[in-house]
Nanobody, 127 residues
Framework: QVQLVESGGGSVQAGGSLRLSCAAF??????????MGWFRQAPGKEREGVAA???????AYADSVKGRFTISKDNAKNSLYLQMNSLKPEDTAMYYC???????????????????WGQGTQVTVSS
């Protein structure tokens, strides 16, 4: 059984930066072999895809974060990251990582990730 644990959330002022981490436990090759994604859900809103990275390192981003967020991974550490720069108040949400056991990512829609989800880490951006 794979367990995903997010960390790195916090409170920051608009324009600031945060780096989220997601560590995978239970299967050594989760991050290297799977499609990994970051998602977020703000209060009263549906969960949305933020970014995804496949087994070959190909990435995809939501339009709202392109140019500001960068998804990356460290296969040796079995970990996924999300570097968030130029943060805006509208980025405030609970952020989740997820793994889909496919080598390529079908999309960054939450519905495309059915295998494993983390518990989330809160990001709050104040104006």
């Amino acid at each position: 059984q794979v367990q995903l644990v997010e960390s790195g959330g916090g409170s920051v002022q608009a324009g600031g930066s945060l780096r989220l981490s997601c560590a995978a436990f239970g299967y050594t090759y989760t991050v290297s072999a799977a499609c990994m994604g970051w998602f977020r859900q703000a209060p009263g809103k549906e969960r949305e895809g933020v970014a995804a990275i496949d087994s070959n390192g190909n990435t995809a981003y939501a339009d709202s974060v392109k140019g500001r967020f960068t998804i990356s991974k460290d296969n040796a550490k079995n970990s996924l990251y999300l570097q968030m720069n130029s943060l805006k108040p509208e980025d405030t949400a609970m952020y989740y990582c997820a793994a889909e056991l496919l080598s390529q990512c079908p999309s960054i829609r939450p519905s495309s990730f059915s295998n494993y989800w983390g518990q989330g880490t809160q990001v709050t951006v104040s104006s």
